[in-house]
């Protein structure tokens, strides 16, 4: 009998352990289901039940210049941001994995900051900074507004994410690797290039791909530093809804969640990204 009871508990408790997950699943997936429906809806106010579905809203978003140029430049802005952050990032890991140095956590602090601090702060300090440096030389430095100044916003939202998933990547590197490397003739470039960013290969393109959406879906900071006449697509979406409410900023939102999926997918095709992440 209590052989019985005890089996009993563990299948309510299993029964239990996948409602808990099941309800959580659907709790994330609602919100994602409910724009991809909004966005076939065939009327411009949005209400239930639909009168009926329609692809209309996505030709809406072609013929709309904003939406068009805000999304070239958002992915102009996360793919250059990418690459500097890519420059920076891995160098920087590689010191803070390998490198035993005075101030070293708080040099990790310090590169992990822009992840804790709000995005309405950031944006605000670095408004500020642009301001007081172009004061300082004098107006020979013009960042306020500039694609320069956005972009480099948009670096220091990025390095965070590659930092921190290479750090994750070479936790796990087998070092006597590239000692073998090194013992058998190859310098340390070749021993880089051969042995160790294959090794970290999943945590840098995990760290580009999450760095890259992070640059891409920014909103807050980016609300400070773009210029006058240029929009990221996340701002012209947040202008579009000032003046009007219609399925197409769903329909837009499907868009981004395609490109950026499309792009996970592919690149975890090729590269494990559920290695680090």
Not at 157 to 177: E, H, K, N, Q, Y
Not at 204 to 217: D, E, N, P, Q
Request: with cysteine; aromatic share 10%.
């Amino acid at each position: 009998m209590t052989g019985l009871m005890g089996l009993d508990r563990r299948v309510i408790g299993r029964w239990a352990l996948t409602a808990a997950a099941a309800l959580t699943m659907l709790y994330i997936l609602l919100p994602l289901v409910s724009v991809i429906w909004l966005s076939f809806y065939r009327q411009e106010i949005p209400s239930f039940p639909p009168e009926g579905y329609s692809v209309h809203w996505y030709g809406v978003i072609a013929g709309n210049q904003r939406f068009v140029d805000g999304l070239l430049l958002s992915v102009q802005l996360g793919v250059s941001a990418t690459a500097i952050g890519l420059a920076v990032g891995v160098p920087a890991a590689l010191c803070l994995s390998r490198f035993r140095f005075p101030g070293r956590e708080a040099l990790n602090n310090v590169l992990l900051l822009p992840l804790m601090v709000p995005g309405v702060v950031l944006g605000t300090a670095l408004y500020v900074f642009h301001v007081e440096a172009e004061i300082a030389t004098g107006g020979n430095l013009p960042i306020i507004g500039s694609t320069l100044g956005l972009l480099s916003g948009h670096v220091l939202v990025v390095i965070p994410w590659i930092v921190r998933l290479v750090l994750a990547s070479l936790a796990g590197f087998d070092r006597t690797l590239e000692e073998a490397a090194m013992n058998l003739g190859a310098d340390r470039w070749t021993t880089f290039r051969r042995i160790t960013m294959p090794g970290i290969l999943p945590g840098v393109v995990a760290g580009a791909m999450f760095g890259f959406v992070a640059s891409f879906g920014n909103l807050e900071m980016s609300l400070f530093l773009v210029g006058p006449g240029r929009t990221t697509l996340p701002i012209a979406i947040l202008q579009y809804l000032e003046w009007k409410i219609d399925p197409s900023i769903a329909a837009v939102s499907v868009v981004q969640i395609v490109l950026i999926g499309a792009a996970m997918l592919i690149t975890d095709r090729f590269v494990k990204i559920s290695r680090v992440v």
